[in-house]
């Protein structure tokens, strides 16, 4: 039987490359599901990323630089990292054809910010900025930093696998999960971590950094293949 084909979004950083963190790919393959790798630039273009998908059964969104702010309806901010035009116009179009298909979405850290863009929310343009510290742990990426408190029976509950510590990589986050998404979970400052809808599930933290050392974290790409 062949196996199931997920989307995984291709981050540009650094500019000489493309990129994905391999616990995306590990953790897909751990629940036996093909990973189809979706660049964007240069000749990758939505429409060429469209087609590339075809028949994939769900979308990964990965982790990487700052959605543009214009997305958003905002001005720019100093703070902004990486922005990238080409890689928000395919992931904004995939996301677009993924809503409208019914097919599963599992946006992860720049992942959640690009949902909530996609689907009419905003952003806070930077945490630190806002009065939020503590959110930037690179150091530490690969341990627990900080509780995440999910709402009872949602998605979000299920993505956290039975742990209540996660990660933080983030200098941005969702301030309005806008009319199609509601947040799920928070951290213990109030800053989200977690929005959803039917079949659609944005986290903040990086699953996919933790599976090396906690079998909890690969919940959330559980979620997507029972989605």
């Given at each position: 039987m062949a196996l199931a084909r997920v989307a995984v979004l291709l981050g540009r950083y650094p500019e000489d490359r493309y990129s994905v963190h391999r616990g995306y790919l590990d953790g897909l393959a751990a629940l036996d599901v093909l990973p189809v790798l979706v660049p964007?630039?240069?000749g990758?273009?939505?429409?060429?990323?469209?087609?590339?998908?075809e028949g994939v059964r769900g979308v990964v969104l990965t982790g990487g630089g700052d959605v543009h702010p214009a997305h958003y309806g905002e001005e720019a901010h100093p703070a902004l990292m990486e922005?990238?035009?080409?890689?928000?116009?395919?992931?904004?179009?995939?996301?677009?054809?993924a809503m409208d298909e019914g097919l599963p979405v599992l946006g992860i850290c720049r992942g959640i910010q690009l949902l909530t863009v996609a689907l009419g929310g905003r952003l806070v343009a930077d945490l630190?900025?806002?009065?939020?510290?503590?959110h930037w742990q690179e150091a530490r990426q690969h341990e627990p930093v900080h509780a995440v408190d999910a709402e009872p029976g949602s998605a979000a509950a299920r993505a956290l696998g039975g742990a209540d510590l996660v990660n933080s990589i983030h200098h941005q986050a969702v301030a309005d999960p806008g009319p199609r998404l509601r947040a799920t979970?928070?951290?213990?400052?109030g800053v989200i971590e977690a929005v959803e809808a039917d079949g659609v599930l944005g986290v903040q933290w990086h699953p996919e950094r933790l599976l090396g050392t906690d079998a909890r974290h690969l919940a959330p790409f559980r979620w997507l293949v029972a989605a």
């Open positions: 964007s630039g240069p990758f273009g939505p429409e060429r990323a469209l087609e590339l998908i922005l990238d035009p080409d890689r928000d116009a395919v992931e904004l179009a995939v996301t677009a054809m630190t900025a806002a009065g939020y510290e503590d979970a928070w951290s213990a400052d």
